[in-house]
DNA sequence: AAGGTGACTAACA
DNA sequence: ATGTTAGCCACCT
């Protein structure tokens, strides 16, 4: 099983109604520094794949998504849909990280 | 086979 | 406190 496809299965595990970062899901995957490449997975992935790739946000709790397939908008509707709480921020879209981020007690690491 | 590319981050100025 | 910089590492060309 190759890199990509454990990020797809711990995104999949990721319950509605909550995100993670992408820092958050390498370090889970045990390979703490890797954020970016999860960031590049979930771009590069089949947009028909089932896989809720609009739970993953940066570590900040912004939506940076440069996908036109997978636009922010998309994201924050998306999320919305399943009661994270979606605002405009710095003209993009942020979630409080407090509230919503999955398991926030797994992001020890370093 | 080697270098480039990121939906990132943490550290610094 | 805010903007920049430089590591990060699996995959693609």
Request: hydrophobic share 40%.
């Amino acid at each position: 099983m190759n890199f990509f496809d454990q990020v797809y299965n711990l995104t999949k595990k990721i319950p509605a109604g909550r995100v993670a970062s992408y820092g958050q899901l390498a370090a889970l995957i045990s390979t703490p520094r890797a954020a970016r490449i999860v960031g590049w997975c979930l771009h590069q992935m089949d947009t028909d794949a089932d896989i809720p790739w609009h739970r993953v946000i940066n570590s900040k709790g912004y939506i940076t998504t440069t996908c036109e397939d997978h636009s922010a908008d998309v994201q924050a509707k998306l999320l919305r849909k399943e009661g994270v709480k979606v605002s405009r921020k710095d003209e993009l879209w942020w979630v409080d990280m407090k509230k919503f981020q999955l398991n926030p007690k797994l992001k020890v690491v370093s």
